[in-house]
């Protein structure tokens, strides 16, 4: 087996594709996101097949060095055939894994399959395990798996969801899955995905500094200690510092979005938040002020760990050239430090 030993999940935007970028070479070397597309439904047809043609160009530029799974677990019948006809070009040369799973369409689930034969790269099956495991999704996964050609790899990526502190029984249940999925083949990677990140409002941030609990990394320790054989197999899986429902959501059209933004600190148990401003007059002090805060955390750890902390520290003080951000600064910032972080910690 070679797994992988951390598997963000990651959008194919812009600000995700430049935090995986800016990843040290041997933090980037541990890393192999799942990236995926966002639903974009509505749209004309060739502006749709422009849209996925550059995301995924995009991401096989980023990934060149390393392989990653690409997916469109959202995607409606229109733009899983455009994205099909995409993998279908990427051919021989792609490190790009193509992704299914037990409840797609059997076209894109051929299509897949294809792909996977045409570049020898494997495929990704993605299995969601939103609550309580159903037995019955076995004979589903055994079943596409039985239409794989012997000759490919493939992948089991768990993906959990969204998993904060109202889901105490998420690690009950993944190991109920896995028990089920494991022996149904010589997987080459199993990877257990959840998203800890929350849902913030601006009101959660009107008090200063918010901490939210990393309940994702709660649930992966419950799993690397049960007594399993297969534990030292798992890979772990996480949203970055986005939460899990992000994924689902239609890119907004135009500029604009909202008034305020967030900074984001991952220590050993939680997930730090400060409210920055995107614009008004205050917006540089405010902002410069919430990175001041995360500098003074007991558990910041300098700001030679990654580049995300050297943008904090850039921002708190002053320097340079790099200002006090936008929103996709924040989330790139906030993802290079997290992952950092994870791999780190995981090699730890």
Known sequence: MSGSLYVPVLPAKPHAIAAYQQLSPAIQQAVTPLWNLPPR???????????????????????????????????????????????????????????????????????????????????????????????????????????????????????????????????????????ALVPLMPWRTIAVLGGGFPEVTAQMLDQGLRTEPRADWHTWCELIGSDRGYVTWLSYGDYGTQS??????????????????????????????????????????????AARQLLELPDFRGATASAGESWLRDCAQGRGATGTGNAGVWLRVGNVQHMTYVVRSLQG
Do not use: C, M
């Open 41 to 179: 439904p509505g749209l004309p047809p060739e502006v749709l097949a422009g849209h996925i043609r550059r995301e995924a160009h995009a991401v096989s530029r980023a990934q060149r060095h390393h392989p990653a799974w690409v997916d469109t677990p959202f995607a409606d019948g229109t733009q899983l055939r455009f994205f099909t006809a995409v993998l279908s070009d990427l051919g021989e040369t792609s490190v790009l894994r193509p992704v299914t799973g037990p409840d797609r369409p059997r076209f894109q689930q051929a299509a897949a399959f294809e792909a996977a034969r045409l570049s020898s790269s494997g495929v990704g099956i993605r299995i969601p395990l939103p609550g309580e495991w159903d037995d019955d999704a076995t004979h589903a996964v055994r079943e596409l798996l039985a239409r794989l050609d012997p000759a490919d790899e493939a992948d089991l990526l768990l993906d959990l969801g969204a998993v904060r502190s109202d889901r105490p029984d998420a690690g009950k249940e993944a190991l109920r899955a896995l028990d």
């Open 244 to 289: 899990a429902r992000n994924i689902a959501r239609v890119p907004l059209s135009g500029k604009g979005g909202p008034a305020w933004g967030v900074l984001r600190y991952t220590t050993a148990d939680s997930f730090v938040l400060g409210k920055v401003l995107a614009r008004g007059e205050d917006r540089i002090t405010a902002n410069r002020a």
